[in-house]
């Protein structure tokens, strides 16, 4: 019976070193690294010019709900950009989101139609102004950084 026991102990002990080895290696991976920009859109400013903006697009159903949630940062420079269907009435909520954002809602057209900043983990829904078929997300202060109002005009890569 003393034998029984501890050849169960030895066992177990190891497996508890196996899984703390496992578990201090996943605690020690790098966390996953945002997706390369797919596109790059442009937006024409109201003082005529041109600001670069490198995106990851969400066109997928499942990409547009996850969007940026849980990402600890977006590039200075970068945004992503949901493209939508149809031109409605949009709705943004920033649950799960770590990084403060600024959103363009943009119409059919490639028109800016409304500007809002957003705090992380605020679960308060953000209306579009006016009707959307994308929005463009880039970190707070981005828009007002480049001198991009609404009114001003994306050229769209899609």
Do not use: C
């Not at 029984?4 to 290696?25: E, N, P």
């Not at 996953?32 to 697009?57: F, K, Q």
């Not at 009707?131 to 480049?146: I, K, S």
């Amino acid at each position: 019976m003393r034998r029984i026991f501890s050849v169960l102990f030895v066992a177990a002990l190891v497996a508890a070193m196996t899984m703390t080895s496992a578990l201090l290696a996943l605690a020690q991976a790098p966390a996953p690294e945002a997706p390369a920009p797919e596109s790059t859109l442009t937006i024409l400013n109201s003082v005529g010019e041109s600001v670069e903006v490198p995106v990851e697009i969400a066109d997928a159903p499942d990409e547009q709900q996850t969007g940026l949630m849980g990402r600890p940062a977006l590039a200075e420079d970068s945004g992503m950009l949901f493209v939508f269907n149809d031109e409605q009435q949009r709705s943004f909520w920033m649950k799960d989101t770590l990084i403060p954002l600024s959103i363009a809602f943009i119409d059919s057209q490639g028109r800016i139609v409304d500007i809002q900043d957003m705090q992380p983990l605020d679960e308060t829904p953000h209306l579009s102004a006016a009707p959307a078929q994308y929005a463009l997300e880039v970190n707070q202060g981005f828009f007002t950084d480049r001198g991009i109002q609404v009114g001003d005009t994306v050229g769209l890569p899609i």
